[in-house]
Every structure is written in structure tokens, then in C-alpha cells.
């Protein structure tokens, strides 16, 4: 059995990280933070020329039609140059939630296709995050109550914005009444579109953290061969070599739970809870981990503002909590765990139930 990614997979990824590269710098994100909503609409018409909003879209409706296993590369990316713009959320989140409705729901397809065309945006909550990201650039928000989903134009709701320990970040409360004409989802059907709502969410955040941690440990190993103490790198030191390396053992690892989240997820959802959590929580420890060394690696300036660091490992920070923190999913780990009728160990690897 092949687990490597397609050359197709790989050359879009590769398109992805060329771009972003090429348009985010520290600079350009600092910049971001003096603006009014911390989002640029030149940046986001060149996100949606390079096709991200429709990737997760339904051909049928104007969108690429693409799986997890696509999309997962990209959200690295993403991470690994800690954009700001609210893509990763909104294609793997908030679209597959449309898609899941629009083949009986008007309202949902037509949005669908003014995503893929990059005319709307939306944003998502859910109840296990206490605010929702960039919902003031949203046109619509996609909101829970009780078992239903409901779907609001930005105009008809208030938002009071939070405040983020991540500048990049834009969070709001919002203040809305549940009505009739906005339930696009309610009973079992809203239960079970939640739940695989948040399996979305955690994995997307997974996947930023992994390219948040890579970046860290690039920018730290960069910073290790040009800072000079008595005449050498501090990067000849044996003890920083150690701790980079750890850092790039630890963030290897977990690439493994994430790409199986991302498989399971697009060929069998509703056994992905448990391989959602393990790659949720591997990759935070990941995340985290190279966060704290290479803060370590960098002094007592790894600590101020002025370092660029702290952009990244922030987001580490944020992300790690946000669609469920590791107590939580540690929890549902462990619960699958113990279950007796679980099908772990070697012999079902290639098991069809343990996919």
C-alpha cells in the first residue's frame, strides 16, 4: 500500500508554499496589526485566484472538488508562514458543512458558489470555542444553538470584539436570535454536522501547528548560524544542536497522526473522532515544544517583541487551544482506547475498520 501523497498533491503544495513565501514576511504581518481589520483584500483576490476557497467546493458547485488529503498540505503551509487571512477555517471547516447540506438546501448552494468565486466569505463557531475567529470580515456566519445550525448574514448579528494573545487574530463574541428563517440544520442531522464540525476544525488547527513548528525550528536554526558569541555561531554548540533536533523528531511524528487524521476523515468520517484527536494533540505537543526551545535558543531576546518569533509562537499558543484543547482530546483518545470492541495493535493496521 502506497501512504506517500500524489505528485499532483505535492506540486500543489508546492504552488501554495512558493506563493505564500513569496507574499508573507514578519514585516507584511506586523503591518496587518495597524490596519482596521487586520486583513488585506488584494491578499485574499490573489488567495482566491490561486483557487484555496473553492478546494474543499463541490465541481457541481463551482469548486474543485478536492479531498482532506489536499487540503491538509495547504493548511500547512499556511502555518508555516502564519497567515493571517481566514482561509484554513473557512475550506476545511465552514465549507464542508455547506457542501453537506446543498444538494437540499438553496440558500447553502448559492453560497458555495460565491465562495468558490471568492465573493463571500464565513465564518464558523462552535460551542466548544467561547468566541469565533474573524467573523468581522465574515458576510455570513454559520452558527450553533441547541442541536441546530444556523446560517446569518454578518449584518444581522453584534459582534464585540476579543481580545487574542496572537495580534494576527481578530475574535468576536457575537450577539444573535435563533430564528426559523436562519436554521439550515436541526435534531440528528445538526448533532452529527456539529460533531464533524469540530473533527474539522481540531484537524485544521493540527495542521497549522506542524507548519508553525517547522518554522520555528528553521527560523531558530537560522538565528543559531548567524548569532556570534567569542568569535563563533552559537549554533556549534552541541546542547542547541540537541534541542533543534529534538524539536524536528518531535514535529516528524506527528506529521504521521495528521496525515491519517486527514485519510480517515475523507474516507470513513465517522470513525475519525479518535485519529482527529491524536494528531490534535501530537501536533500541539509539537507545536509547543519547539515554541519553548527556540524561545531558549534565542536568550533573553527571544522573549521581546522585537523578535519575530513571538508571531509564531503565539499562534502556537492560540491554536493549541482553540477546537478543543489537549485535555479534551486526551479524553477522547483515551475513551476509544478503552473501549473492548476497539480495533488497535499491529494485526489490524491495514484493518478495515482501523483505517
Same mark, same amino acid.
Given at each position: 500500500m502506497d501512504f506517500t501523497f500524489t505528485e499532483d498533491q505535492q506540486l500543489f503544495a508546492d504552488s501554495v508554499k512558493d506563493f505564500l513565501q513569496g507574499e508573507i514576511t514578519a514585516e507584511s504581518i506586523r503591518a496587518s496589526w495597524e490596519t482596521e481589520t487586520g486583513r488585506s483584500d488584494e491578499l485574499w483576490a490573489q488567495i482566491t485566484e490561486l483557487g484555496l476557497p473553492a478546494m474543499l467546493v463541490?465541481?457541481?458547485f463551482g469548486g474543485l472538488g478536492m479531498t482532506e488529503l489536499d487540503v491538509v498540505l495547504m493548511a500547512i503551509e499556511c502555518g508555516r508562514v502564519a497567515l493571517h487571512e481566514p482561509i484554513v477555517e473557512m475550506a476545511m471547516v465552514a465549507t464542508p458543512?455547506?457542501?453537506?447540506l446543498a444538494p437540499n438546501n438553496e440558500k447553502c448552494a448559492d453560497l458555495l458558489g460565491q465562495i468558490a468565486g471568492g465573493e463571500a466569505k464565513v465564518a464558523i463557531a462552535h460551542t466548544v470555542n467561547h468566541v @469565533?475567529?474573524?467573523?468581522h470580515i465574515a458576510d455570513y456566519l454559520i452558527l450553533p444553538h441547541a442541536d441546530q445550525i444556523h446560517l446569518v448574514a454578518q449584518a444581522d448579528v453584534k459582534l464585540e470584539a476579543q481580545e487574542s494573545v496572537d495580534p494576527s487574530r481578530r475574535?468576536?463574541?457575537v450577539d444573535w436570535t435563533p430564528s426559523e428563517a436562519t436554521c439550515i440544520a436541526s435534531g440528528a442531522e445538526g @448533532?452529527?454536522?456539529l460533531a464533524a464540525t469540530l473533527n474539522r476544525g481540531a484537524l485544521a488547527s493540527a495542521a497549522?501547528?506542524?507548519g508553525l513548528a517547522e518554522a520555528? @525550528?528553521?527560523r531558530s536554526v537560522q538565528y543559531s548560524e548567524e548569532r556570534q558569541q567569542f568569535g563563533k555561531p552559537i549554533g556549534v554548540n552541541q546542547a542547541l544542536k540537541h534541542h533543534m533536533a529534538n524539536c524536528a523528531v518531535k514535529t516528524e511524528f506527528a506529521k504521521a497522526p495528521l496525515y491519517r487524521a486527514a485519510y480517515v476523515l475523507s474516507m470513513k468520517p465517522e470513525s475519525a473522532d479518535f485519529a482527529i484527536s491524536h494528531a490534535k494533540v501530537v501536533a500541539g505537543e509539537a507545536a509547543l515544544f519547539a515554541a519553548k526551545n527556540s524561545i531558549q535558543l534565542h536568550g533573553a531576546m527571544g522573549y521581546t517583541w522585537e523578535c519575530d518569533l513571538h508571531i509564531w509562537m503565539k499562534r502556537s499558543w492560540a491554536l493549541d487551544k482553540f477546537w478543543g484543547h489537549a485535555g479534551f482530546h486526551?479524553?477522547?483518545t483515551h475513551q476509544w482506547l478503552m473501549n473492548p470492541n476497539a480495533q488497535i495493535g499491529a494485526d489490524n493496521t491495514f484493518g478495515a475498520v482501523a483505517i
Open positions: 463541490p465541481e457541481e458543512l455547506l457542501a453537506a @469565533v475567529a474573524d467573523a475574535l468576536s463574541t @448533532v452529527a454536522l497549522q501547528m506542524i520555528m @525550528v528553521a486526551k479524553n477522547r
